[in-house]
Each structure stands twice: as C-alpha cells, then as structure tokens.
C-alpha cells in the first residue's frame, strides 16, 4: 500500500493486528494466485492497484466522499439497486464476504452447518477487518435465502444500521408488485438517510451510470468468446467482483480501456492460453473477493474459464435498465423490471437460470460447465442436481463441485477438476 | 519403446513398465513418510523411454522428474479398458479415496464420481476397522465372510465408526459379525457412488481394496451383476499411466 492508513483503520475502529494478518494473506494469495500468471492484459495493472487499495485508498475516498456529504450503503447483493442509491447522492459498496474469518467467534452465533459466505459476512463483523462495513452509514441485509434471512436477525444485533429489504420468491405479478413496494421502500429510506430526493433528473443520471459499467462488462464477457480466450478467467472475475467496491465511473473507463486491449488481442489471435485449450464455464453461487479457490484451481489444470453465471458475474449484470422513462415513476417501474429478470435460485421455479446457462455455453464456446456451489447453500445445490441432469440431456459435460472457503479439499478438486478437463480433450 | 507409468497413492506406490504391449515389470513399495524418496528408490534401475505419473503424489513427482501427469480417474479408466476391452464401469477404492467412472460404449470416460474429503468408505477406513477389531488386514474379508449375519454400523465416519466398534465389542457382539457389518457399509457407499454415475456391465473393480474378497461379494450382491477384479488391482492406475505415457 501505498501510504499508511493505520490512522484511519484505527478511526474505524478495525482490530489492527488482526486486519493486518488478514492484509498479509490477501496480498500473499493475490501474489501466488493472480500475479503468478502469464500473458495477462496490462490493463489488469489497474485492478492489482485497486486491489493493493482495496482497504487503503477506496476507503479513504469513500471517507472523503462522506467528509463532503455523502452517504455510504454497504450491501451484501445484486437486488440492492445500485440507481435507487447514486440517484439519492449515496455511494453503494459490496461487503467483504469471501474468506473465513474469526471462525470461532461466528459459530458462537451462527449454526456450524451455515455457508461459508454468511459465515464470512459475520466474520469480517466480529474480527473488525472490514473497513467498508465500519464505515457504511447504511447496512442492506435482504431476504433471499433462509440462511441470509435469518443470519440478519444476528446482525441487527451486532450494528446499528441494518436496513432489510424483503424480496419475492415468485416471479408472479405479486412477486413484482412486491418488489416493487420494497425498492419505493428502500427509496424512501436512502433519501431520508442523505436528505436527498430521488429526482428524474439524478434517477436518471444514475441509471446512465450502471447502465455504463454493466455495458463494460458485458463488452468484456463477449470479447471472451474469441478463441484462444484473451483474458484469464481469474481476471475477468476480477473485474467483476471489482464492480463491487470501485468508483462506477473510474471502473466503466478502467474495463473499456482492458477492452481495447483484449480486442486487439482478439484480432492478433494473442491469448492467455494456447487455443485448444478446454474452455470452462462456470455456474452457481456467487465468489466475493478473495474467493478465487475454484476458479485458481481450475485455471491451474489447464482450462480456461470464459464465463460466470454468477451474481458476481453475469447473473448480476445480465441486463440494463431501460432508461426512456421521464418521470420518477417510470424509472423505477423500469429498476423493477430490470431486477426481477434476475435468476437467482431464491426464486421457485427458476427455469430462466437454465436457459441461461445453456446460452452462455453457446455464447462464451465452453466445452463443459462446471456448477459451483458452496456446502450449506441450499437454493443452489438444490437446483444443482436438476442443472446438471438437463445439461447432460444436452450432451454438455457437466462437473458438481459443493465446496467450501477452506483449503482442506483443494488437492481433491485438483484431481476432480483435471480428471474433468481430461474428459473435455 | 519401453513406456512406464508410476501411481504414487496414500498408501503404495506402483510402477509398471510396458514394452510392446506387453508388461515387462511391476513393482510396488509403501508410499511412507517420505513418497517422493520411497518413488525415486522404485524407479530406480528401471529402464524406461518415457514415464507418466499418476496418483495424489503425481504433482511432487512432476516437479521432480519433469514428468507428464494424469489424473487416477483417466489413468484408472485406461489400464481398466486395457485389461478389459469392453469395460463400461470402473470402481476404485485405494488407500484415502474411492472413485467410480463409468465409460462410453466406445470407452471414452463419461462420468465419474470421487468420494468426499475425508477417509470414509475407503481402504483407509477398512484398515482402521480391522485394527480395532483385532485383525490382520488380509484376514478381515475372509474372516467376515464367515458370519452368518452382520450387524448394521450406521456411522461412516471412520471415527465415530470405530467408537461404535468399541461399543459393540463391549456389549459381545460376535466380532465377525461386526466385520460383516463395517464391510457392508463400505459396500453401500460404493454401490451409491457407482448407481450415481450408473451402472453398465462389465463392472470392473480396482485399487486394493478390491484384494478383499467380502467386498467383492457384497458388491456383486449390492449390483446384482457380476464384478471382474484384475490380478493385481493395484497395479491398473500405473497401468494406465504407462500407457497413456506411450501415446
């Protein structure tokens, strides 16, 4: 890092000694995991900077972005709109949910059979390592799965600023119509929190602004069709799970110029990996930062991932809002439709989900799927076992991996994950 | 050309060497506290053109040797199809993991299923089991065999399964009777993981624990069609590994 922040972590209130062995395994598994590769686009020199920041100068802005007036909102999903926020003059960041942290501590309030994500939300709580979290004006909890729903209960025990929204497991009009009284809901509550209305003119405004980084990333996701794939699988998710923490525009500038580049790379056949290389697209729950796990050991036994469907991933940035509304209500009518298209497995039945990953398969040129779930998540592995049956109907090789953050299956995956690439040569 | 592959488990390591189609060595060793010494000493005055490892230690070796690795599944697969030209359906059960893989009509791997992280259902499980019941590893199937019930384990997990064998040993439970029971457990496991990846015959059953005649029998029976266990089970993963190196 740069500078030192020890002043503004302690003004946090973060457990310095612990956060700086966190510091100390994230830069480790970043060295080993993303540095260690080969070929990649310079462009992702950004990223290892807004990684090697990530608790450091991000933090500070958004500190002097409240110094200025406005509000932080932390949110652990992609149902929390991101427009509804930016359009009240609030900056809405990801919470860090992808590492195991202060185990002990949480398993004195969670059950031990928990995934490992909710798990990591209250880790990161509990042992004081999460700066984005301390320093959120607001804390958006949703109720997706039961264990999510439940766990905030805890929550709300543990931070003063927990905001819930309820969210529809139908995608009936009554499912709609709920989302739609929670987003005015939430509307309500983020311009009461900065004393800022949602106007037309900022909704907007912002609605141009996610417009904008999702158009980014869906540029990166088609440049990844092209064979040999010019950008890793660990960097496109990179990018992804970025979206979560980084200035909306600074990110939208920052994968567009990684586009020019990988479209050269495109048109000069330059890859990250020789071109007969099996190509992998992954499916399931979704990988917050630092969960690179999978994808590391997928990378490592030589495939390539050339696609998430994945809330960080295409999941959660699949389609735009549509922005030809004029009034405030037409706008969020617009917010609502664009969110309740996403194919999260909360929803029941959820046959969109399937229809996308047989698309992407054909979109990104993947040779097989690999469907991702972390142990305890129910929704997931539940529908799991009915993805794989229908893929494989479709003759797609299809592996089930149910796992968690720890490392302790990490050399049975390797022989898992390679035994699969072998079948896909 | 002479090709060989060595399979470097929890357990053993295996090497064979192949000469025009024919094996022309085999040997074996523990994998011990030390596999990649214990592997360098077994290939040691082996003559070879070209190696290939395979098993959890094939990584190590890889580095070591700068040697070609393939995964067990394949490498099982492999020297299965070689042994068994029209095998459809592999079940592994080695030292600390037991896979089951089931192959095309054309013999191209089509599914396969891998045991969980820890020892359950696997040679690891058995071995312990047999200790704590007083056995010699080679007598254990054969003793089981001679009871004329067994007596249902619930637990897999190996270690609330031996505290469960404590139990019935106090109450005087007929020890072999016992045996029977941890060997069908281990059988059930099998046979859900093979039913997973579907069962086509021939079923060819490989790995050491496929030495153990009880579990032959109980799978058959598990099955209701028949198993071919090759000579040397173990020998199949660096079967397939020499193979696999010849091409």
Request: glycine share 8%; net charge negative; proline share 4%.
């Amino acid at each position: 890092m740069s500078q030192d922040y020890t002043k503004m972590w302690e003004k946090l209130g973060l457990n310095l000694e612990a956060h700086d062995a966190l510091l100390s395994v994230l830069g480790k598994a970043y060295q080993d995991i993303y540095l260690a590769q080969k070929n990649r686009p310079q462009g992702m020199g950004y990223f290892d900077f807004v990684m090697s920041e990530v608790h450091g100068l991000r933090i500070k802005e958004l500190l002097d972005e409240q110094a200025a007036g406005r509000k932080i909102i932390g949110a652990y999903c992609v149902f929390v709109p991101e427009e509804i926020a930016l359009a009240a003059e609030a900056t809405l960041v990801g919470l860090c949910s992808g590492a195991d942290f202060a185990a002990d501590e949480v398993e004195k309030l969670l059950p031990r059979n928990t995934c490992a994500l909710i798990k990591s939300s209250f880790g990161f709580k509990l042992g004081k390592v999460c700066p984005y979290l301390e320093c959120a004006d607001m804390i958006v909890g949703e109720n997706t799965c039961d264990g999510k729903k439940k766990s905030y209960e805890t929550l709300n025990t543990l931070v003063k600023n927990l905001y819930v929204m309820d969210l529809p497991q139908k995608k009936s009009d009554e499912g709609k119509a709920l989302l739609k009284s929670e987003y005015y809901r939430f509307k309500e509550a983020v311009e009461k929190l900065t004393g800022a209305a949602v106007t037309a003119e900022s909704l907007r405004k912002s609605i141009e602004t996610v417009n904008s980084k999702r158009k980014a990333i869906h540029r990166l996701a088609r440049l990844r069709s092209a064979s040999p794939a010019p950008i890793s699988g660990l960097d496109a998710l990179l990018a992804n799970q970025v979206y979560f923490y980084d200035n909306p525009a600074r990110f939208t500038d920052s994968v567009n110029k990684i586009c020019d580049e990988l479209e050269k790379r495109v048109e000069n056949k330059v890859g990250v990996f020789p071109e007969n290389t099996p190509r992998i697209l992954l499916s399931g729950c979704p990988m917050a930062v630092p969960n690179w796990k999978l994808p590391w050991i997928i990378e490592t036994s030589g495939a390539v991932i050339v696609g998430e469907e994945s809330c960080v991933g295409e999941r959660g940035t699949r389609n735009l809002t549509d922005d030809s509304g004029t009034t405030v209500d037409e706008m969020m009518e617009a917010i609502v439709e664009r969110y309740f298209k996403v194919d999260c497995a909360i929803f029941t039945p959820n046959p969109d989900r399937l229809s996308h990953i047989a698309e992407m398969f054909e979109t990104y040129k993947a040779d097989g799927v690999i469907h991702y779930g972390l142990q305890f998540c129910q929704p997931y592995l539940m529908e799991a076992i009915p993805v794989e049956k229908a893929l494989e109907a479709k003759n797609i090789p299809t592996l089930r991996i149910d796992t968690d953050y720890s490392m302790e299956d990490a050399g049975q995956l390797k022989t898992r994950v390679e035994a699969f690439v072998e079948l896909l040569k | 050309m002479r090709c060989a592959g060595i399979d470097i488990g929890s357990r053993s390591i295996e090497l064979v060497v192949l000469e025009n189609g024919k094996i022309v060595e085999s040997r074996q060793s523990d994998s011990g506290f030390d596999p990649m010494k214990n592997a360098t000493a077994l290939i040691n005055g082996a003559a070879y053109d070209a190696i290939m490892a395979t098993g959890y230690g094939r990584h190590l070796f890889e580095i070591a040797f700068n040697s070609p690795t393939v995964t067990e599944i394949k490498a099982y697969a492999e020297g299965a199809r070689f042994l068994f030209p029209d095998v459809r359906t592999v079940l592994d059960i080695g030292g600390q993991d037991s896979k089951a893989i089931a192959l095309n009509a054309d013999g191209k791997i089509k599914k396969f299923e891998m045991n969980d992280r820890c020892a359950a259902g696997t040679g690891k499980f058995l071995e312990i089991m047999a200790r704590s019941l007083g056995y010699e590893l080679d007598d254990f199937g054969p003793e089981a065999m001679k009871a004329e019930k067994d007596i249902l384990i619930s637990s897999m997990c190996t270690v609330f399964a031996e505290s469960e064998v404590t139990s019935l040993v106090a109450k005087g439970s007929d020890r072999r009777e016992i045996a029977l029971g941890l060997h069908s457990s281990v059988v059930r496991r099998a046979a859900g993981m093979l039913k997973r990846v579907s069962v086509n015959a021939p079923v060819i059953f490989a790995g050491g624990v496929a030495k153990n005649p009880c579990m032959c029998h109980l799978l058959e029976k598990a099955l209701e069609s028949p198993i071919h266990v090759p000579k040397n089970p173990q020998m199949v993963g660096a079967l397939g590994a020499a193979l696999l190196a010849a091409r």
